[in-house]
Structures are given as C-alpha cells and as structure tokens.
C-alpha cells in the first residue's frame, strides 16, 4: 500500500468515527440513521446524474452490498441502544477486518503478504480486545449479538463493494448508485417501522444528521476507491482503526471510561497500523 493510500485510509478511519459518534450522540438512533440515508440518497442522486451507469458486471455485487448495508445499519442501530460508543464501536468493527482476511484467504481475492496478514490480526485482536470490557465494565451483553451481527454485514460489504467497484469501471458512479439504493431501501424499512414519528422536528438533529451522512459518503467513497488499488483485506482492517479515534471522542465528550484494557489494546492497533508501514 503506498504512503499516499495509507494517508487516506487514515483520514477515512476519523470521519468514520466521527460519524458514529453524532448517531451515538443522538436520543433516537433510528432517526440519527435516517437522517444519515437521507444525506446518502441526496449525494448518490446527484453523483448517479452526473457520471455513467456502472459496468453491468458490478451491479450483481452492487445489490448484494444493498442488503449488506442495510443489515448492517439495522444490527449497528440496536447495539448502540445497548451500550456506549467506546464499547459498540470496537466490537462491530475489530471483528469485520478479520472476517474480510478469512474471506479473502478462502476465496483468493487478493495477494496478501504474510507481514500484511500480521498487520490485520494484530489490528483486528486489538479492536477487540477494547470490547472486552463488555463483561467486567457491567455493561449489558445484550448488545453483543447486536455488535456482531453489524460486524458480519460490514466484512459483507467491503468485499462486494471492493470487487464491485473494481468492475464497474467508475467508483464514483458505483459510490452514487450505491447510496441513492441504500438509502431508498433503508428509508423505506423506517417508515414502515414508525411511520411519520420517525422525522425529527428539531433543526439541530437535522443539521448533525446531514452532517454525519455527508461525512460518511466522503469515508466510505475514500475506502472504496482505496479497495481499487490496494488489497480489500488491508484496506478494510486500517480503516477499522477508527476505533481509536472513537475511543477518544467517547472518553472526552461522552465522559466514557479509559481503563487499562483500552490503552493496551490501542497500543496492539497503533503496532498493527506501523508494520503495514515497514
């Protein structure tokens, strides 16, 4: 991966933490969601007019990352209404990079060095490990399932979107279809759930909705095109090092605990995210 790649991925790893941390932020979480698809659907609007259709060979990966999305976005919803940003966050996303490696070592979908292969089980281990405290912190092992469930939707859509956008001959215009469906689908599965109750009446919530669903499209397109030049299975495990960023951001504004087990783990990340660079 060259410095410039790893330079992005990083930037893409905070804008990812910072938008998980305005949904967290938010009373109602399926609202903070649907704001988010509403900001999606705008920019993949306007990005599907302005570039071609994508080549006909990404769209069976395309509307499978559709369904992996929207699991995803359900399974993260509900962890989050369970327990605390620094908890959720690194049990959904420390799992998905080394669910991704075992899919791409199966399947062989990329040529992956050994050292990148220490790189991803290093970073993966310790994300993990800064969810451990699930069962000694007396935060509910309810949201487990949850975390997990999310984890599996996103090592889902960082291979089909990878391979997908990699067909399509554009990613940008693959990253505009697949957020204006995206957020269709998801929109559509909230009404349905709550009906008019589900938009915000209050114009801050819909200005750090918009904010956060802006912040994410310009991550995840930067991880996407970052999975056109460089392996998906790296790509995905240094992007999941916005778990310490999220970290951060939970122990300063959400007052969340730092404990030992926290900084020994981000230790283990910051060691993983060094021999991507030796």
């Known amino acids: 991966m060259s410095l410039s790649v790893f330079i992005a991925v990083l ?9 998980n941390a305005i949904i ?23 990005l599907l007019i302005l570039f071609p259709l994508p080549n006909a060979e990404a769209w069976p990966w395309l ?7 929207l699991w995803y976005k359900l399974f993260l919803t509900s962890a989050y209404e369970q327990g605390d940003l620094s908890r959720v966050y690194p049990i959904a996303r420390g799992t998905a990079p080394l669910l ?11 040529a992956i060095s050994n050292q990148d292969i220490f790189s991803i089980i290093a970073i993966g281990i310790g994300i993990f490990i800064l969810g451990i405290g699930v069962f000694s912190n007396k935060e509910t092992v309810a949201l487990l399932p949850f975390a997990l469930c999310s984890a599996i939707g996103t090592a ?3 291979i089909t979107d990878g391979l997908g956008a990699r067909a399509s001959g554009d990613v940008t215009s693959y990253i505009g279809w697949l957020f204006f469906l995206d957020a269709v689908v998801f929109m559509f599965y909230a009404f349905f759930k709550r009906g008019l109750s589900i938009i915000p009446k209050k114009i801050s919530v819909w200005i750090l909705g918009l904010i956060a669903g802006s912040a994410s499209v310009l991550a995840y397109w930067i991880a996407v095109w970052a999975m056109t030049i460089a392996p998906i299975a790296l790509v995905a495990a240094l992007r999941e090092t916005s778990v310490l960023f999220a970290v951060l951001i939970g122990v300063l504004f959400f007052k969340e605990s730092m404990g030992k087990s926290k900084i020994i783990a981000s230790l283990i990340i910051v060691f993983g995210i060094i021999i991507t660079r030796l």
């Open 100 to 110: 991704v490696l075992v899919l791409s070592s199966i399947f062989i979908i990329d």
């Open 11 to 19: 930037f893409a790893a905070i804008l990812h933490a910072s938008w």
């Open 156 to 158: 889902g859509y960082s």
């Open 24 to 46: 967290k932020f938010g009373d109602d979480k399926l609202q903070g969601m649907v704001l988010l698809s509403l900001a999606h659907g705008i920019i993949g609007f306007i």
């Open 63 to 69: 509307i499978a990352s559709v369904g992996f999305h």
